[in-house]
C-alpha cells in the first residue's frame, strides 16, 4: 500500500440503501453534501484509527473545509 492510501470497504449498493436514500428526503439539496461527508469521515477514522470517532472540531473542517 502506498503512503497515504487508505482502503475502505464500501458496498456497491451504498448509494441506495434505505438510511443513505432517507438523506435525499430529509436534507434536500445537500444530500449529495452528506453522503460525500460520511464518505470522508470514513476516511478519516481510518486513517487516524479513531474507531469511529470524529471529534467536533475535525467535523467542523470536514464540513468547512475552506478557510
Do not use: N, W
Not at 29 to 42: E, N
Amino acid at each position: 500500500m502506498g503512503v497515504g492510501e487508505i482502503y475502505i470497504k464500501l458496498v456497491t449498493g451504498f448509494p441506495d440503501d434505505p438510511k443513505v436514500r432517507a438523506l435525499a428526503r430529509f436534507g434536500a439539496p445537500d444530500s449529495g453534501l452528506a453522503r460525500d461527508l460520511y464518505v470522508q469521515m470514513c476516511l478519516h477514522c481510518k486513517q487516524h484509527l479513531t474507531d469511529g470517532f470524529v471529534s467536533a472540531e475535525q467535523l467542523g473542517l470536514l464540513v468547512y473545509p475552506l478557510d
